[in-house]
């Protein structure tokens, strides 16, 4: 998952668990998967979820990356910000 804010950055999950934006640079610890289904977004390497401690995103707090789970703080939604979303919609 690129990041908007950080131009050339993307979701990292880094060895102690938490969610960073690093470089993008292709690796495992850089792919996720979303399910629509659960609203789970998980790291295709390890299988941990982006997770939220305690239930909501705190101001200058960690999202850690935990063992799947059906907590509140595993649910995400993704909201475009626009109608193109940044696609082309062509099949």
Avoid: C
């Amino acid at each position: 998952m690129k990041s908007v804010g950080q131009k050339g950055g993307a979701l990292f999950e880094g060895f102690n668990k938490n969610m960073i934006v690093y470089n993008w640079r292709g690796l495992a610890n850089q792919r996720f998967h979303y399910n629509v289904v659960t609203k789970r977004m998980q790291n295709k390497m390890t299988g941990f979820a982006m997770d939220v401690f305690g239930d909501k995103i705190i101001e200058k707090e960690n999202i850690n990356a935990n063992e799947p789970d059906n907590s509140i703080g595993q649910k995400w939604v993704i909201d475009y910000q626009s109608a193109s979303h940044g696609h082309d919609h062509h099949h």
